[in-house]
Nanobody, 128 residues
Framework: QIQVVESGGGSVQVGGSLRLRCEVS????????MGWYRQTPKDEREGVAS?????????AYSASVKGRFTISRDNAKNTLFLQMNNLTPEDSGIYYC????????????????????WGQGTQVTVAS
């Protein structure tokens, strides 16, 4: 069974940085997709970044974070990261790590329904 656990959230000032971490167990050597989503009180859960797993590692980002956030993966440890730089208050929210078994190499963020396994979320707060 695939299990997903995020960590690394916290509070930071505008312009600061945070690195989120996601430990994935039970995934093995499958092909699939891993990503980060975030949810704010007024918005639906929106995609932030994704990475294709088991192939060429194609990544995709939302327009609002492109150039500031970087998604990466430690293949050996099945650990996913999200490096977030130059944070703004609009980046505040609960960040979820997501894992899916459908390969995502289009270069576009997959719909959240692609992901069948989710973590519990980690809070990110950016203070102005």
């Amino acid at each position: 069974q695939i299990q997903v656990v995020e960590s690394g959230g916290g509070s930071v000032q505008v312009g600061g940085s945070l690195r989120l971490r996601c430990e994935v167990s039970g995934f093995g050597n499958r092909r699939g997709c891993m990503g980060w989503y975030r949810q704010t009180p007024k918005d639906e859960r929106e995609g932030v970044a994704s990475i294709a797993v088991g192939g060429d590692g194609t990544t995709a980002y939302s327009a609002s974070v492109k150039g500031r956030f970087t998604i990466s993966r430690d293949n050996a440890k099945n650990t996913l990261f999200l490096q977030m730089n130059n944070l703004t208050p609009e980046d505040s929210g609960i960040y979820y790590c997501a894992v899916g078994l459908t390969y995502c190499d289009t270069g576009y963020l997959p719909h959240r329904l692609l992901f069948g396994f989710w973590g519990q979320g980690t809070q990110v707060t950016v203070a102005s």
